[in-house]
């Protein structure tokens, strides 16, 4: 049953032609199709999903818009697909997975959901939150699939933009590139973790705006974010998830947060009167909220010419350039000495806080204890209050001051350290008004103040070696605070690692890769942990060691091993990691004993569980990830053999929507590598895509892929499938030791999907989320193309551990190759 209806053809900011006929529901239930010209519409009439075309373009596109504001839409699914005529079909699978086909039955958009599911239907909520959900579950908690946790360029109420730090799911906006374009812009806006969390406005790369730390209240930098009648706000932070939320007041005006692709982030609000929507605030009030634009140790004040001025105790870096008005290089200090000379702090009273990603808090201290804690390090440059509304917390400066604007009311308190001939300087009325009564007390109490000097100079003499060791360790923890900070991890000392492995026992020795040897330890409360300590001949480095620091100290997944800290002392360098009982994949899969424990059920979830860690890595995380070296060596099993990927020690992370690199040093494992990456040295998703199907043809023969031997050929495993395939044997390729348990059209499948993969153009194979999408729905699956390296080889001239031929040697091994410049 439908109705149609015509809505008009322009809107603000998202201008759309005609969207046809709504079927009076708001569910979509398992199989059922929604075909372009049929709607569904939320129970209160608020929202409502279709297909749309934007103004001035043909494509069609899956989205959510409020019906009643000339079509405003706030979000799309296929932002990157359209489909080019009105064939289009959303369909709900029996796997609880939402699917955009076109007119040849082509797979555009998928929601890419990996929950068990029993009777799914996908339903658009009142708050515009498209949910698949249990038919008999109605628990937000339980939605298998939501589109508020993939946000398009709009923040609605009720969305908890930020991250979730138990799966890593990343809550943030990416722009449309025009008004009737909504593909992928420019702009992003999300929350940075970093130091202590603030939201960043970005374009491409560049930073163009900062909220400021939250500070009780609101964000630092944003002044207009008072209690108002129309909506209300909170910020949470905690071990679970950090996130900024509002949400309606009741039978208030309708209100959506915007951003556009030249990087302004807008709140509009709906009139009934004029039936539009009208600007009710931006991030970006004036020029001083453009990302330091004053430089380092630089103020802005935009009732001030001009705007730009230094902090007190700094002059300018580059004068000729700043009085020409170009204050990008900022100011710098005109004594630095500022370490255990008489320095002290100045109050910069109403002020954005400066970035806080190199910062570093404490919730329950005061602020005398913020102080005392600042002077004695060093690297302090400033503190403030965490929480005005009670003045509790501590957040500390540990470099240079950046993005500092003076708003002499509503902004916040700063302390920032200066100079002892500095701060004479700036307290120098202060002094003179004292200087009467210390002319005074000398006068009367001459000889009593005399005694008192010589008694505490014979004290202080006696005290001075005490007080030198006790400021030195204050100083030596403070560096480990700073340090630990910098990491953003726990740090170990060499004595808890040593006496955890016994001294570095042999019998506790799991085992040596590219790093080093692995150790297994236990910490004094019972807890068992796995330590990667680098070795000096190692062939990876400290580069190695940073990049995995780095990297897997950010990322939280299930399918990922959990770096719990790591130790640093002199020469020694170690990752701490949490115990995997059952080692690596490798151990299992590529023994004759060890496989048969390894049934297809238990096989098909490590691929599985493979694939949504790659797919973390490659999409859901904060910085797109590259593994570069993923192998059955590298894929970890815990107690119930979840699998989890490890070593990121050759990873290599993107920023916005890069997707591909290029390098002169070939990292990675022979076998496992794709063409792209081990000829030319290009790697991307798809060479990560490469290693996975590769991996996931070994799990199924229980053969490795180099040094593969098999008497009629000479072709690695990926050429031994590839003729498997072609002669339509592909059953052939299956371990025996699974003859018992494998579900046929599952494992045919896989393989399938595996061969899709390891195809020798990087165009042509799939990415992570449609390999997931393969795996878990009977979609049709395209046909695969030869793999890369399909070529025979003397077996013999490669090495081997998988086959039985004396000649060949058994070794796997992590390649480092250098290339002359």
């Not at 025009?178 to 970093?194: A, I, K």
């Not at 947060?257 to 030249?262: K, S, Y």
């Not at 955890?500 to 004094?524: C, M, Q, R, W």
């Not at 990049?547 to 990922?560: C, D, G, P, S, Y």
């Amino acid at each position: 049953m439908k109705r149609f209806h015509l809505f008009s053809c322009f809107s603000v900011f998202f201008p759309f032609f005609v969207i046809s006929s709504i079927a009076a529901v708001d569910t979509i239930a398992s199989n059922q199709t929604l075909r372009d010209g049929e709607t569904i519409v939320s129970s209160n009439g608020r929202f409502e999903l279709g297909f749309f075309t934007p103004k001035d373009s043909t494509n069609r596109y899956v989205g959510i818009w409020y019906p009643f504001s000339n079509s405003t839409v706030v979000w799309v699914a296929n932002r990157e697909t359209p489909i080019n005529d009105s064939s289009g079909v959303l369909q709900l699978t029996t796997a609880g997975i939402l699917l955009v086909h076109n007119s040849s039955n082509t797979l555009i958009w998928s929601s890419n959901s990996t929950k068990k599911v029993n009777n799914p239907v996908a339903q658009l909520l009142d708050s515009g939150n498209l949910v698949v959900r249990e038919a008999n579950d109605s628990d937000e908690a339980n939605y298998i699939w939501e589109s508020f946790e993939h946000l398009g360029n709009t923040f609605l109420p009720g969305v908890n933009f930020g991250r979730d730090l138990l799966t890593g799911s990343d809550r943030y906006l990416i722009s449309w590139k025009s008004p009737n374009d909504p593909s992928l812009g420019d702009s992003t806006t999300r929350l940075d973790p970093s130091g202590y969390p603030q939201i960043f406005i970005r374009k491409g790369e560049d930073i163009v705006y900062r909220s400021g730390p939250w500070n009780g209240l609101r964000f630092s930098g944003m002044p207009s974010l008072k209690p108002n009648p129309f909506y209300t706000y909170k910020f949470v932070y905690n071990d679970e998830e950090i996130y900024y939320r509002y949400d309606l007041v009741p039978n208030s005006v309708m209100s959506m947060m915007v951003l556009d692709n030249d990087g302004v982030f807008r709140r509009l609000t709906w009139s009934n009167t004029t039936q539009n929507w009208n600007l009710y605030l931006t991030t970006q009030v004036d020029n001083c909220d453009r990302y330091a634009i004053c430089g380092p140790y630089g103020s802005c004040n935009i009732n001030n010419s001009p705007p730009c001025s230094c902090l007190n105790g700094f002059v300018p870096k580059n004068k000729q350039a700043w009085d020409s008005g170009d204050w990008l290089d900022g100011c710098v200090r005109k004594n630095e000495s500022i370490c255990r000379n008489g320095e002290g702090f100045e109050k910069i009273v109403g002020v954005k806080l400066p970035d806080t990603r190199k910062s570093w808090f404490n919730r329950t201290m005061d602020i005398r204890e913020c102080e005392s804690v600042c002077l004695q390090n060093c690297s302090c440059t400033g503190y403030s209050t965490l929480d005005i509304t009670n003045g509790s917390g501590c957040l500390l400066w540990f470099e240079e001051l950046v993005d500092i604007r003076d708003y002499s009311v509503d902004g916040q308190d700063f302390f920032i350290r200066l100079a002892a001939s500095d701060l004479e300087l700036t307290n120098s009325n202060k002094k003179g008004t004292r200087v009467w009564v210390v002319a005074v007390c000398v006068l009367v109490a001459a000889a009593s103040i005399l005694a008192l000097c010589l008694m505490l100079h014979f004290r202080r003499k006696r005290l001075r070696g005490l007080a030198t060791n006790s400021f030195m360790m204050q100083e030596r923890e403070m560096t480990n605070e700073s340090r630990q900070h910098e990491l953003e991890l726990p740090l170990f000392d060499l004595p808890t690692i040593t006496n955890a492995t016994d001294n570095f026992s042999g019998y506790n020795k799991l085992g040596e890769g590219g790093f080093g040897p692995v150790y297994k330890g236990t910490l004094k409360d019972g807890k068992e942990i796995a330590i990667k300590r680098l070795s000096k001949d190692s062939t990876q480095g400290l580069d190695e060691f940073k990049n995995e620091v780095i990297l897997i100290a950010k990322l939280q997944h299930r399918n990922l091993v959990k770096l719990l800290g790591c130790c640093i002392d002199l020469e020694e360098k170690m990752l701490v990691y949490e115990y995997m009982h059952n080692k690596s994949l490798d151990a299992f899969i590529f023994d004759q004993k060890q496989r048969k424990l390894l049934d297809w059920p238990m096989r098909f979830q490590i691929i599985n569980g493979i694939a949504r860690g790659l797919l973390y890595l490659h999409q859901d995380s904060r910085l797109r990830i590259i593994h570069r070296d993923l192998k059955a060596s590298n894929v970890l099993l815990d107690h119930d053999m979840n699998p989890k990927i490890s070593d990121f020690g050759m990873a290599r992370s993107f920023g916005g929507n890069e997707i591909q690199g290029n390098t002169k040093r070939v990292v990675g494992t022979y076998g496992y590598m794709s063409p792209e990456y081990a000829i030319d040295g290009l790697f991307s998703i798809k060479s990560d895509v490469f290693s996975f199907g590769v991996l996931l043809l070994e799990i199924i023969s229980g053969k490795r892929n180099r040094g593969f031997y098999h008497p009629d050929h000479q072709h690695n495993l990926l050429g031994h499938a590839w003729r498997l395939y072609q002669e339509e044997k592909t059953t052939d390729l299956i371990d025996e030791s699974l003859k018992d348990s494998f579900v046929s059209e599952e494992v045919l499948r896989s393989i399938h999907v595996g061969l899709l993969c390891v195809q020798r153009n990087q165009d042509d194979r799939p990415n992570m989320s449609t390999v997931i999408l393969m795996l878990s729905s009977d979609i049709t699956l395209p046909q695969p193309r030869e793999p890369g390296f399909f070529t025979e080889r003397n077996v013999c001239e490669q090495e081997s551990s998988s086959s039985k031929i004396d000649t060949c040697s058994a070794n796997e091994i992590t390649i480092t190759l250098l290339h002359a410049r």
